[in-house]
């Protein structure tokens, strides 16, 4: 029944506690979804709209795509098109009342870029997957409708349909105050109230109550002499019943910071009231701009800044991210730009203090979430019930009441049916532990046991400690290297970056790759050309057109240290392409052959396994996709002389697994790897002149050995056992040495501890090793009730002489046995007999040779003469002889002696 019981609590408490987790960072999104930023997008359903956008390869792009939440996590599908609008970046996105299109508005595209062209509007239907211009194409001021532009912001009324569209940029000199109401139904635009601010760059929400609320982005004053951030403290308002702007002051909530100036953000709607932004940047030029991350929320009913205290991982700092809350409980931000800062300086209110240093920007594709009811980034979605900002969630605090209240109960059960168990538990412990001598004061016993109590709670804080290092432990790599006559090569690719690929496949111009050996073995058979729509690098500099080829050899394939018939000592490469074309680079990627990604990437079948697993593969696209690879990584310039040492390597690593804490036999993953040194001269100018081509690399071993580095632990429960074993004797000693010693019991945990069928054989079989009168046990009962300490004065003369020496000799008999089992190792003893007998034998060899002629005589009486007259030399041997002679003899006289008092 308890184990019932206990079944059902710790079924209980995984009900009640336990979320559902779904991992949602999906590494074969990261390998499809591109890098891009500046994107029109709108929420439908449970899925994100996003169109166009500027990409890594381009600056506008017109794809539509939709990126949907699940249960489990996003999913990333492309959308069927028609009729496709040019391609666009920074445009607005608004989706229409019925959901069932969508209309794009504005952005930058290659023709109405710093061209003053009336507002590009673009709808597209979901039903017929059709694209219509609704362009007003008459219009060419803006007196009647909106002129085109970018970075502004265009606002949904869910109740009416129409948009609100405030500010934007064209370029420098045209910054844009205007304010414009669009009615789809009619495709007419009419004209607002505007501000008197120039603005872009910012965000715009329409709460519940119908205010349009203005948020961050860069104020221009009309004259175009200021240009500055808008402060977060004053924020515009647009009331669409009465028409009119205000100023509102916007105040900090207790123990909270204001949010720092900023544009470019984005902003979400939540419960019609408050308004989430994220991101954003300085708007600063070159190498001043800096992206943020940081979180902040405005409640609209009070006009009150917070910032939440968010924990987990925070998302990289961007601008021009996506942003959507698609289940009422995640933000869901995607892509986004950042500059590449060196330095960043920030004050402790989040402002932007100074940024030194920086580089080009990056685009994201990666997908982050915040879970709004707990303020924590996500690395998994969880589903732990009605939950509020600041608190857990009402399921967890009632599990954990009920499982305390189940536990209570079950001590309370337990003490009441096992108490007796209990009690005779504490009473063993106790008369194990009190053992005082005889004659000994209670303090000197008491002193002993808390003594060998504060030593047993040293030594358990020794050994906790020592446990505890030997499962903190960390990991070193031994490296053992042993001769080998010939090593493997790895696989190489060649990315060339720059140079066009010409339809005639036989033109010298074409990139290419050729392979020798130092002893003019040809390896050319080895390079594989790399198709470039399956899968293509992406590299920072850009110089152009991409095509990579493969090296991959088969496993016979071996270098060798020693001159003869062998495929050589080193590979030397030979690379070609257009050798008029000065901007452009080659980029070389090193991997063992188990574990090169480019076999999976590209289904190359060689047999040769590989251990890499799906998810790490695609990792390798996207850091690939990305030009973040570092390792085994290098660029050649062309007309250049490149030389690349290798050691592969055999890694084997701990597995995460509790044996590995032992100290031996471990458990490890055998990983292969490899390390390059790269080398590159200067490029020569004449180079060209001299060499059809356009650069020479040659990939040598580092030596020739088999290398195999092992990880090991630096301390285990083994190196451990040796501490642990040298304490225990030190404080052993100590303890010792101030109570003195005491002889240890012969008996152990089974004896002791041995409950039913195993503690009465035990008994029993002491019983009929050592079988005895009841009142005789040695050390246990007192010799004669007379000798005792309770009855010493109580004579008894009731038992007679006789019946006392049978009585200690029996005692006798059992105390020696009890010590020859237990106490004492009988070796001497029968040592001493053997040399006895060996006696015994020597005395009568000697008797036979001196009384050869008195064979007819009475051994016995002969012998025993012998005995008398030798005694002066031989001392007490020969008593112990006769008495070995004649024990046979006289064996029913000992009988007799026990029974019979006259004897």
């Known amino acids: 029944m308890t184990y019932q019981v206990i079944y059902v609590l710790l079924l209980l408490i995984v009900l009640l506690t336990s979320p559902t987790l779904a991992y949602y960072s999906q590494p074969n999104l990261l390998t499809v979804i591109p890098f891009k930023q500046g994107l029109a997008y709108i ?21 539509l795509n939709q990126l949907t939440q699940t249960a489990t996590g996003y999913n990333w599908t492309s959308l069927a098109q028609q009729n496709i609008p040019p391609a666009v970046a920074y445009g607005q996105a608004v989706i229409s009342k019925d959901g069932n299109s969508m209309i794009v508005l504005g952005g930058i595209t290659n023709t109405t870029v710093n061209q003053v062209y009336p507002l590009q509007l673009y709808q597209y239907n979901f039903n017929t997957a059709t694209w219509s211009n609704q362009t007003n194409t008459n219009n060419v001021t803006n007196t009647a409708a909106p002129l085109n532009r970018w970075l502004f912001s265009a606002t949904p009324d869910t109740n009416t349909g129409q948009i609100y569209i405030y500010g934007g940029v064209v370029n420098d000199t045209s910054i844009f105050s205007d304010f414009w109401l669009f009615d789809p139904s009619t495709s007419g635009f009419t004209a607002m109230p505007a501000p008197t601010i120039r603005r ?33 403290d004053q924020l515009q308002i647009f009331d669409i019943a009465s028409k009119q702007w205000t100023m509102v002051n916007a105040t900090v909530a207790a123990n909270n910071i204001l949010p720092s100036p900023r544009a470019h953000h984005s902003a979400v709607l939540i419960n019609g009231t408050h308004i989430l932004m994220f991101g954003g940047n300085n708007n600063a030029v070159g190498r001043l701009r800096a992206s943020i991350n940081s979180v902040y929320m405005l409640d609209t009913t009070t006009w009150t800044w917070t910032s939440p205290d968010i924990s987990g991982i925070l998302p990289s700092r961007r601008a021009y991210a996506v942003a959507e809350i698609l289940d009422d409980r995640h933000l869901t931000v995607a892509f986004g730009k950042r500059i590449n800062i060196y330095i960043y300086v920030y004050s402790a209110d989040d402002h932007f203090i100074l940024a030194i240093g920086g580089a080009g920007s990056i685009l994201y594709n990666d997908i982050n979430a915040l879970d709004t009811f707990t303020d924590s980034w996500l690395q998994s979605f969880t589903d732990s019930g009605s939950t509020n900002w600041y608190g857990l969630s009402t399921g967890v605090i009632i599990g954990v009441s009920v499982v305390c209240a189940f536990i209570l109960i079950i001590i309370c059960i337990l003490l009441w049916k096992f108490g007796h168990h209990i009690k005779w538990i504490i009473y063993r412990i106790h008369s194990d532990i009190w053992k005082p001598r005889s004659g000994e004061p209670i303090w000197a016993e008491t002193a002993r046991i808390c003594s060998q109590l504060f030593f047993l709670f040293l030594f358990l804080l020794f050994l906790a400690f020592v446990i505890r290092q030997a499962i903190d432990s960390p990991n070193v790599t031994q490296t053992i290297q042993t001769p080998s006559a010939s090593v493997e090569v790895p696989d190489i690719r060649f990315c060339f970056d720059g140079y066009p690929v010409y339809a005639d496949p036989n033109d010298v111009r074409n990139p290419g790759v050729a392979c020798q050996t130092d002893n003019g073995y040809s390896c050319n058979q080895f390079i594989k050309p790399l198709n470039m729509s399956v899968f293509q690098p992406n590299f920072a500099d850009k110089f152009g057109m991409v095509s990579c080829y493969l090296f991959r050899s088969d496993v016979y394939f ?65 850091s690939d996709l990305n030009d973040l690879q570092s390792t085994n990584v290098y660029t050649v310039s062309p007309f250049t002389y490149s030389a690349i040492g290798y050691t592969l390597s055999d890694h084997q690593y701990l597995q995460d697994v509790g044996w590995n804490y032992v100290g031996f036999l471990p458990v490890t993953n055998s990983t292969p790897e490899i390390s390059t040194a790269f080398r590159m001269e200067s490029a020569n100018p004449t180079y060209n002149l001299t060499h059809s081509d356009i650069g020479v690399i040659a990939v040598t071993p580092d030596s020739y050995t088999k290398t195999t580095k092992r990880e090991v632990k630096m301390y285990t429960l083994v190196n451990a056992l040796g501490f642990v074993g040298g304490v225990f004797g030190i404080l052993v000693t100590v303890q010792a040495w101030l109570f003195g010693y005491r002889p240890l019991s012969p008996f152990g945990i089974v004896h002791r501890w041995s409950v039913g069928n195993m ?23 007192p010799v004669h009730r007379r000798f005792s300490m309770l009855n010493v004065n109580d004579i008894d003369n009731d038992i007679n002489d006789q019946q006392r020496i049978t009585m200690v000799e029996e005692r006798m008999q059992t105390l020696e046995r009890v010590f020859k089992a237990y106490y004492v190792n009988d070796e001497v003893f029968r040592s001493l007999d053997n040399a006895s007998k060996m006696s015994t034998s020597i005395m009568r060899d000697q008797y036979h040779r001196e009384n050869t002629n008195h064979r007819n005589n009475t051994d016995g009486t002969l012998f025993d003469k012998l005995i008398t007259d030798n005694k002066s030399t031989k001392g007490g041997d020969y008593e112990l002889v006769q008495r070995n002679d004649t024990s046979s003899s006289n064996s029913s006289d000992t009988a007799k002696h026990h029974h019979d008092p006259k004897a």
């Open 43 to 63: 929420k439908r359903e449970q899925s994100i709209i996003v169109f166009g956008g500027e990409s890594n390869n381009a600056k506008y792009t017109n794809d």
């Open 558 to 622: 071996q270098l060798t240290g020693t001159s003869g018939a062998n495929n050589g000592s080193r590979l030397i490469f030979s690379l070609y392409g257009d050798s008029t074309i000065s901007a452009g680079a080659i980029h070389l990627s090193t991997f063992p052959k188990e574990m090169d990604p480019i076999v999976q990437v590209y289904n190359i079948n060689d047999g040769i396994p590989s251990l890499l697993d799906r998810d790490e593969v695609l990792n390798w696209q996207n």
């Open 759 to 781: 503690k009465q054989s035990i008994l029993r079989g002491l019983y009929t090793s050592f079988k005895t009168n009841e009142d005789t046990i040695p050390m246990v009962t």
């Open 200 to 232: 872009y760059g910012h965000t715009a929400s329409l709460t519940s109550n119908g205010k349009l609320v203005i948020i961050g982005g860069v104020i221009v004053s009309q004259d175009y002499t200021q240009n500055i951030l808008a402060p977060m």
